[in-house]
C-alpha cells in the first residue's frame, strides 16, 4: 500500500462525469474505489476506462449499500482511513489533500468538507432542507454540525469498524446522518474543512429529495431523541456551541502525489 487512504465513490448513473471525477481525483490518491450501485447508463463502461477499482452490485441498493460496500472493501485491503466523495461532479477532489491534512492535525477525529463558502450557489429548497437536517442532527449528536448533508469525507477506520456494514435499512442520506450521530456518541469528535458550493451543469439531477429525505432525516433522529427522553443536554450543546472549523495551510503537498 503506497499511503494510507483510499477514495470511495458510490454512483449511480453518472456516465456524464465519473470518468473525469476518477482522473482527476487520481492525482491526490493512488486508490480509487468506485462502486457502481446497478445504474442503466454507461457509468461501468466509463470506469472500467480508468485505473479506479470497480465494484458491481447486480440490483440497486442505494447509496448507503454502496458506501458500504466500499467501506468493507477499503477496511479489507488495510487503509487507515477512506475518503468519500459523489460521483457527479459536486465534490472538487483537489481538496482531498485538505481533509488528510485537517486529519493529521485532528488524529481519530471524523472530517467532513462543509459548503460553506458560496453556499447561496445551491438550490433554496436544498439550503432549507440542510439547515432542517443539521439542527435535528447536531441534536442528537450533541454537537454543532456545519453540514451534515455532505457526503465529501474522511472516515477513520477505526470508526468505520464500529459501523454494521451489513446492515440494510436507511437511504443514504439518512445512513450518512446516522453516523454523525454514531461518531458523536462514540467519542469522535467532527472537524470541518470549509469547500465551495459547487453545481456543474453537465451532472445528473440530484438524488437529494428535500421532502422526502429529510422527513426520513427527521423521523430517525426523533426516534433516537425520543429513547433518550429528548437528550436535552444535546441540545444546549448544539446551539450553544460552534462547530470546529479547520482552516487548511496553503501548502497541502505533503498528500499529493507528484
Same mark, same amino acid.
Given at each position: 500500500?503506497?499511503?494510507?487512504?483510499?477514495?470511495?465513490?458510490? !454512483?449511480?448513473?453518472?456516465?456524464?462525469?465519473?470518468?473525469?471525477?476518477?482522473?482527476?481525483?487520481?492525482?491526490?490518491?493512488?486508490?480509487?474505489? =468506485?462502486?457502481?450501485? !446497478?445504474?442503466?447508463? +454507461?457509468?461501468?463502461?466509463?470506469?472500467?476506462?480508468?485505473?479506479?477499482?470497480?465494484? /458491481?452490485?447486480?440490483?440497486n441498493?442505494?447509496?448507503?449499500?454502496?458506501?458500504q460496500?466500499?467501506?468493507?472493501?477499503?477496511?479489507?485491503?488495510?487503509?487507515?482511513?477512506?475518503?468519500t466523495? %459523489?460521483?457527479?461532479?459536486?465534490?472538487?477532489? !483537489?481538496?482531498?489533500?485538505l481533509?488528510?491534512?485537517?486529519? %493529521?492535525?485532528?488524529? /481519530?477525529? #471524523?472530517?467532513?468538507?462543509?459548503?460553506?463558502?458560496?453556499?447561496?450557489? +445551491?438550490?433554496?429548497?436544498?439550503?432549507?432542507?440542510?439547515?432542517?437536517? %443539521?439542527?435535528?442532527?447536531?441534536?442528537?449528536?450533541?454537537?454543532?454540525? +456545519?453540514?451534515?448533508?455532505?457526503?465529501?469525507?474522511?472516515?477513520?477506520?477505526?470508526?468505520?469498524?464500529?459501523?454494521?456494514?451489513?446492515?440494510?435499512?436507511?437511504?443514504? #442520506?439518512? #445512513?450518512?446522518?446516522?453516523?454523525?450521530?454514531? !461518531?458523536?456518541?462514540?467519542?469522535?469528535?467532527?472537524?470541518f =474543512?470549509?469547500?465551495?458550493?459547487?453545481?456543474?451543469?453537465?451532472?445528473?439531477?440530484?438524488?437529494?429529495?428535500?421532502?422526502? %429525505?429529510?422527513?426520513?432525516?427527521?423521523?430517525?433522529?426523533?426516534?433516537?431523541?425520543?429513547?433518550?427522553?429528548?437528550?436535552?443536554?444535546?441540545?444546549?450543546?448544539?446551539?450553544?456551541?460552534?462547530?470546529?472549523i479547520?482552516?487548511?495551510?496553503?501548502?497541502?503537498?505533503?498528500?499529493?502525489?507528484?
Open positions: 500500500m503506497s499511503e494510507p487512504f483510499c477514495l470511495v465513490i458510490p !454512483a449511480y448513473n453518472e456516465a456524464a462525469t465519473i470518468k473525469t471525477v476518477i482522473h482527476q481525483a487520481l492525482t491526490y490518491v493512488s486508490t480509487v474505489i =468506485v462502486v457502481n450501485d !446497478a445504474s442503466d447508463d +454507461a457509468t461501468a463502461n466509463m470506469v472500467r476506462q480508468t485505473p479506479a477499482v470497480l465494484l /458491481e452490485h447486480p440490483e441498493a442505494g447509496k448507503a449499500r454502496a458506501l460496500t466500499g467501506f468493507q472493501y477499503a477496511l479489507a485491503k488495510g487503509f487507515e482511513r477512506v475518503i466523495l %459523489d460521483g457527479d461532479g459536486q465534490h472538487d477532489p !483537489a481538496s482531498i489533500p481533509l488528510n491534512q485537517a486529519f %493529521d492535525r485532528f488524529p /481519530e477525529h #471524523f472530517v467532513i468538507a462543509a459548503r460553506l463558502t458560496n453556499r447561496e450557489n +445551491a438550490p433554496r429548497a436544498r439550503q432549507i432542507a440542510n439547515k432542517i437536517a %443539521d439542527f435535528w442532527v447536531g441534536w442528537a449528536a450533541g454537537t454543532p454540525i +456545519a453540514d451534515s448533508q455532505s457526503g465529501f469525507r474522511l472516515y477513520p477506520a477505526s470508526l468505520l469498524r464500529q459501523l454494521d456494514l451489513d446492515r440494510h435499512g436507511p437511504s443514504g #442520506f439518512v #445512513f450518512e446522518s446516522e453516523v454523525l450521530i454514531h !461518531a458523536a456518541q462514540k467519542g469522535y469528535d467532527l472537524v =474543512v470549509p469547500i465551495a458550493s459547487c453545481y456543474p451543469e453537465v451532472r445528473r439531477a440530484s438524488h437529494f429529495r428535500p421532502g422526502f %429525505d429529510i422527513s426520513h432525516i427527521t423521523l430517525m433522529v426523533a426516534g433516537k431523541l425520543i429513547r433518550k427522553g429528548l437528550f436535552l443536554p444535546g441540545l444546549v450543546k448544539s446551539v450553544l456551541r460552534h462547530p470546529r479547520y482552516t487548511p495551510k496553503p501548502s497541502s503537498s505533503g498528500h499529493r502525489l507528484p
